[in-house]
């Protein structure tokens, strides 16, 4: 198994990018992740490390909403 090295500040501004792209607003993204407000805005500003269960419960989610997506069309 490698272990890869990820700044805290890039991947939390990829990941508001991607929840404000997606229009969806950070209370109802923290309430899919099960955490609160004031734990998902420190990952968007990289003040806090993601656990790697969060970013396998971000991937799935994620992943979730392109196949929705794509249903629809």
């Known amino acids: 198994m490698s272990v890869i090295l990820v700044d805290n500040a890039y991947f939390g ?3 508001r990018r991607a929840r404000n792209n997606a229009n969806i607003r950070r209370g109802d ?3 899919m992740l099960r955490i609160t407000h004031r734990k998902l805005m420190k990952y968007e500003h990289g003040t806090e490390l993601i656990p790697d269960y969060m970013l396998e ?3 799935y989610y994620g992943l979730l909403m392109l196949s929705a997506h794509n249903n629809k069309a």
Do not use: F, G, P, V
Request: charged fraction near 20%; proline fraction near 0%; hydrophobic fraction near 65%.
């Open 29 to 31: 993204a923290a309430k």
């Open 57 to 59: 419960r971000i991937i």
């Open 13 to 15: 501004h990829a990941l």
